[in-house]
């Protein structure tokens, strides 16, 4: 069975920074491509980042310069680490986990719960 769990979320300030977690198991991690995406409420899901090679991940163009995906393969953690954070960084924050990887959600077979981040002004 597939589990990924989120963690490490919470309010913070804006100009803040938060790291999050995502442990997976019964998944080969390895050769697991792992994403991160946002939902913000009445919006929808929206792509983040992933990374395959620990050495090159990707990220969406407008996050590029504050948020940062990093993968521990011996440890089968992906962790997203997010700083400057703005009120618009507010939302419900997901890992998810494929064989490829894409900007697109439905490339991704395995998600997690997610986990909340608040960031007020």
């Known amino acids: 069975q597939v589990q990924l769990v989120e963690s490490g979320g919470g309010s913070v300030q804006a100009g803040g920074s938060l790291r999050l977690s995502c442990a997976a198991s019964?998944?080969?991690?390895?050769?697991?491509?792992m994403g991160w995406f946002r939902q913000a409420p009445g919006k929808d899901r929206e792509w983040v980042g992933f990374?395959?090679?620990?050495?090159?991940?990707f990220y969406d163009d407008s996050l590029e310069d504050r948020f940062t995906i990093y993968r521990d393969n011996a440890k089968n953690t992906v962790y997203l680490q997010m700083n400057s954070l703005k009120p618009e960084d507010t939302g419900m924050y997901y890992c998810a986990a494929g064989r490829f990887c894409s900007r697109g959600p439905s490339t991704f077979n395995y998600w997690g719960q997610g986990t909340q981040v608040t960031v007020s002004s």
């Open positions: 990374i395959f090679t620990p050495d090159n991940p």
């Open positions: 019964g998944v080969t991690f390895s050769t697991s491509c």
